[in-house]
């Protein structure tokens, strides 16, 4: 951490999350040489460390199928690519409406899984009685699975993408905060660490709920803002809820660890928050969803409630792509699905970056989206709505 | 192995059920103290490699069984009713009959935290989907709550007081009775069923509780938010609703615990915070064995003469500095200082800490890790738990095989082996080792932790982070929590 930082990178990636670390591990993959990591904070304390867990690769917009249904291909074979076990249970992903409103979306999404090769179905009365036993069946209107979902815990998917950076020989730093840009003839050409400046011509800004403030020290704005977003565990019990859930009519998501602690958290309209508290609003809203859909859950504890960042933006999509006012300045951000979506994403910008190749999947969640007018709507998530 | 029921014991016989065999306990016993002295001590087992847990004061898995159905009750909360059906947890097919206790003859250098995400089972194949089906069921340890229980939402109430004061012992009184005597409306919360319990059966004269604050008993403050303007609260007894106070102030008169020392061995049943043993002594005559050692940071001659007064037989009395290991298979035959004393109970009265939870929880705050650097306004603190805390107590030799979170499985060996390799950020030794995400959520382990990082990178314990406390701690269940929603609206 106190260690003197290199003078230069081939490419900076600004974040040590999965998202940079993903990046960082396919340039590493393509050959790069000289990258370097630089993180504000510690290892796991920004969103990477803090989210729900879930992977899915099915929405109900082509462009978000397509870009997630390439990162769930990415996770299934994360393993092997990395050498390391990523811990990713492909266990199913079981999505639930409660409206006729939201029943009709997923008909909306089974064409749009059909279309691009995603294994989705509607869940029968007894399949879904056999796959969710403590789930009252009563207030199930249709469910929707994604047999190719699943959950990936954050302690082994960090480790493993951790040691196989370090062993191509990525240099990562924690602790370590960007405190300045310098750019030349429109391109940027150095970034400053306190005393220390690094030249590099290329930077991959991937600092999650910070995006916005990173952006602004290269003089830069970026859509949307950072914003908290709650979770809670409950006690670990033996397995009792096999898939990952998205309850979309009530903006809860949850699945239970392979710790067996049963983890999710309801959402909150998306407003700016730049805080790591918690609120009492989450915990009784969570567990109130939890109590009139799982009443088996009545008895359990609550073992804890967190509060993690990230940066959404106004069509709650990433942005991916080069910046359109700074040559070399790269984002992957805005993302709230960017648990589900880092390894697929790190696959697409390392080429970007490495080769200048944008590809197909991301070119709709280009950073100038919302100013040409191009946002891409996506209603089968887990989100409310977009308040500034 | 029948413990000594001391002469003031209530006489009034209750039958229940450990493991399906009949016992008896007495009534007013919690379900723990009843079996302990019946000379059941092991109510529990660790989560990895199914050590012996039991009453400890400290490590709260120990105390956690299924009982009436309900899986992790807390026994040392519970009070023994004819014919509870209490079952311990953590084994299969059962208790009698146990083959995960197996575990207990791996090397626990195997079962170190990484351990599941083994290159042996890589994901991506079907041999980790069995895998991690096998590692969630080992994991979950306790069965879910049966299908029959209530699942009603448990309503809350809310209530808006000038004082809130959270504990009932000397100070916590003084300044309920002068806030109360100044015309202020004071609401004083306290975990005991009777305020300023643990100071009672040391013999401290408490003063009268004044009867215009209103006692709420059995009640745990669990979490602070917005700075001190919400204090939210749990009873003891899951049927009944949780409170959100809305106070003017808080004072937190919640004392001192204290920590138990880091040496081998210190997890065993019948190693017990004094304020445990004095509890089961006085409260519900329970002698804490038939041969106990007290030791202490200078407290421990009092806590002895105590538990002596009660007809408790004391074999040693000395620094808890002094310890070097406490031995002993399923519970403490002997322990260590610079002789080999025997003993079946260990009593540590000191090193003395502050649970650092709720006042964290007010004042922390931060982007990227929260820290309390500034406490909230409107949250003081008064008694000891505003006195300096005493240095955890380290032990030397076999330090490695010393239990830091006993409940977890993380011994000093293997967060020491992490610092040798360079990493010593406490939130990042917790994600690695899982330390302090247990049931106790960090107190006292991490406290252990803290002291163990200072001594092996020689740096001051109260010099760097420490991984944030997170409410509720366990301290509700999901049907107390939906019982609140509504009372609190979100904030704009």
Redesign the interface.
Known sequence: MNATLPTRASVLILGGGMHGLATAFNLADMGLQDLLVLD???????AS?RNGGLIRGGFSTPEWTRLFAFSNEQW?????RL?????????GYTMIAETEKTADLFETALNVHREHGVRSEILTEPAFASLLP?FDPRKVRRALHLRDGGV?P???AM??LLAACREREVDVR??TAVTGFERSNGRVSAVLAGDERIATDAVLIAAG??NVQVAALAGVKLAGFGMRIEAMA???????IRPALALIDRLVYLH?????EIVGGID??ERPR????????V??????V??ELM????????????AG?LHITPDFGPLMGEHPDLKGLWISGGWSYGWAGGPGAGALMAKAIAKGEIDERMKPFAPDRFDRGRPVHEAAVVLSKFEH | MAMKRLAHASQERVSFRWNGRRVEGRKGDTVAAALYALGIRELARSRKSHRPLGLSGGHLQGVLARAGG???VRLDLEPVVADLDVRMQNVWPGPRFDLLSAARLLPSRWLR??F????L????TWR??IW??L???L???????G?D?????IPGQRLAVDLLVVGGGPSGRKAANEAAEAGKSVALACRGSRPGRFAEALGVQLPELDSRVRLFARLEIF?L??NGA?A?GAPKD?REGAV?FEPGAILLTTGKRSVPPLVPGSHLPGVLEASVALELAHHHGVAPGMAVAVLGTGGERLVAARLAGLGVEIVHVGPVGALKRIAGANTVTSIATDRMITCDAVVHAGPWRSDPGLAFQAG???????RLDQPATQVAMAGSAAAPDEPACIGQAGLPQALVCPCMDVSAGELMDHMAAGES?P??LK??T?CGMG?C?GFPCWELQAALIARETGSAPEGFGRP?H??????????Q??G????????R
């Not at chain 1, 730049?274 to 609003?281: A, E, F, N, R, Y």
């Not at chain 2, 599941?116 to 290159?119: C, G």
């Not at chain 2, 089972?121 to 991506?124: C, K, Q």
């Open positions: 504000a904070g510690y290892w796991q304390g920004g460390g299934a074979g994360l393993s092997r050498g390391h076990n990523v811990m990713f249970s492909r266990r403590a990936a954050h302690h082994a480790k493993a924690y602790r709920a910070q409950l006690e670990p019990v033996r397995p009792l239970q660890t392979a710790r067996g909150v309209p730049m805080s790591l508290k918690v609120d009492l609003p915990m009784t809203g969570t567990a109130k939890y109590l009443p088996q859950l009545a008895s359990l504890r609550i073992l804890r409630h967190w960042m | 309900r899986p992790n935290s990484g599941e995400h083994t290159r089972m890589p994901s991506g980790f989907q991690e089906r590692l969630a069921f994991a979950g340890m306790a069965d879910p709550p299908r229980l209530p699942a009603d939402a979490g938010y917005r919400f939210a899951p959100i922390a705050e931060g982007l990227g890790q929260l950020d939130e990042v994600r690695l899982a049931p959520q944030s997170r409410p509720p701690r366990r301290a509700l269940t999901v049907a929590a939906a609140l929603d509504g009372l609190v609206a979100p904030d």
